[in-house]
């Protein structure tokens, strides 16, 4: 018989509230109730109340993104279709999108935003890992940041999106990365041309940059 962890106890129970309540205190006192989990070990476990569930609802997300990555064959697409894939792996592990309108309610709140961003940064990193990126010059900064849009443009279009099979938010995702590979390929170019060849000075001090924790060089950023 398997046992069951407590937190995820805590979380399916929240997730039965979060529609009506949000992530609050009433969400958490209910999933408290409903899990028969002892009021002292959830405390203990989400000091911050349902905002702890709510992190820990976007982290199973992101486990359950890299779990189908894993199972799915992606070896015939390019590395581009490969992110997007990720995205949209992403959003299909959604059990529940109210539960994610809501928590982008909560983390619009200033005493969270932090929280949000670290939460969307961690997302986008464990896409690049996913695909193997082991980039540890300023390419490892603007990988993240640049996917860190793509993807929170793509979730608000999709918390509104009610096409079928939610196509419409698929092609957003398609548009949104066809425009960084445009400005990859803008941005090469430069690099070939006559100025960007007398810049290469001050572009190779920025390349040397190296991000905190990173690993070895992987070169190009969004390749097709």
């Given at each position: 018989?398997?046992?069951?962890?407590?937190?995820?106890?805590?979380?399916?129970?929240?997730?039965?509230?979060?529609?009506?309540?949000?992530?609050?205190?009433?969400?958490?006192?209910?999933?408290?109730?409903?899990?028969?989990?002892?009021?002292?070990?959830?405390?203990?476990?989400?000091?911050?109340?349902?905002?702890?569930?709510?992190?820990?609802?976007?982290?199973?997300?992101?486990?359950?993104?890299?779990?189908?990555?894993?199972?799915e064959d992606v070896s015939e697409l390019r590395y581009s279709e490969k992110v997007a894939a990720l995205v949209r792996f992403r959003l299909e592990a959604v059990e529940d999108k109210e539960a994610v309108r809501r928590g982008t309610t909560l983390f619009a709140l200033p005493?969270?935003?932090?929280?949000?961003?670290?939460?969307?940064?961690?997302?986008?990193?464990?896409?690049?890992?996913?695909?193997?990126?082991?980039?540890?010059?300023?390419?490892?900064?603007?990988?993240?940041?640049?996917?860190?849009?793509?993807?929170?443009?793509?979730?608000?279009?999709?918390?509104?999106?009610?096409?079928?099979?939610?196509?419409?938010?698929?092609?957003?995702?398609?548009?949104?990365?066809?425009?960084?590979?445009?400005?990859?390929?803008?941005?090469?170019?430069?690099?070939?041309?006559?100025?960007?060849?007398?810049?290469?000075?001050?572009?190779?001090?920025?390349?040397?940059?190296?991000?905190?924790?990173?690993?070895?060089?992987?070169?190009?950023?969004?390749?097709?």
């Amino acid at each position: 018989m398997s046992v069951v962890d407590p937190k995820d106890a805590l979380l399916d129970a929240a997730l039965m509230h979060v529609a009506f309540d949000g992530w609050s205190d009433a969400t958490f006192e209910a999933a408290i109730a409903d899990s028969d989990v002892e009021s002292a070990l959830a405390h203990a476990l989400c000091p911050r109340g349902a905002v702890d569930l709510a992190v820990a609802y976007h982290k199973r997300g992101d486990a359950m993104m890299l779990a189908r990555f894993e199972a799915e064959d992606v070896s015939e697409l390019r590395y581009s279709e490969k992110v997007a894939a990720l995205v949209r792996f992403r959003l299909e592990a959604v059990e529940d999108k109210e539960a994610v309108r809501r928590g982008t309610t909560l983390f619009a709140l200033p005493q969270y935003t932090t929280t949000g961003a670290q939460l969307v940064w961690g997302t986008c990193d464990a896409i690049w890992n996913a695909l193997g990126d082991t980039s540890d010059d300023v390419n490892w900064y603007t990988k993240r940041v640049t996917l860190s849009a793509v993807y929170t443009s793509t979730v608000l279009y999709w918390l509104g999106d009610e096409s079928e099979g939610q196509g419409d938010t698929w092609a957003f995702l398609d548009r949104r990365i066809e425009n960084v590979m445009q400005f990859e390929k803008v941005k090469a170019s430069f690099r070939k041309s006559a100025f960007g060849k007398l810049m290469e000075g001050p572009l190779s001090m920025l390349d040397g940059i190296k991000a905190p924790g990173a690993k070895n060089d992987m070169p190009g950023q969004w390749r097709g």
